[in-house]
């Protein structure tokens, strides 16, 4: 079975930065595109980032030029670096996954969450 589970969220206070990260286990044959989401009570979820296997990189224009993503193929692992932080990134962040395993066809993955509250 495949997992995928996030780490790093926390209260920071505005301008701060989180690192939050996030990995895939399991009986993975290949992971392709990996990315954060977050959502916020009564809306919905939106893409934060993603990344391609290539390194390819996309993100939301309200996070451009502040938040990373970066990945370590070798550890199916994915990094949201998050700096000059705001209270409206305050959400749950959820890292998704596109993975082919040995006993299932390509899938989405989803984590549990991370809280990111961003607070003075």
Partial sequence: QVQVVESGGGLVQPGGSLRLSCVAS????????????????????????????????????SVKGRFTISRDNAKNTVYLQMNSLKPEDTAVYYCNADITSWTTLRSDYWGQGTQVTVSS
């Fill in 26 to 61: 399991g009986r993975i044959l290949r992971v392709y595109t990996m990315g954060w989401y977050r959502q916020v009570p009564g809306k919905q979820r939106e893409l934060v980032a993603g990344i391609t296997s290539g390194g390819s990189t996309n993100y939301a224009d």
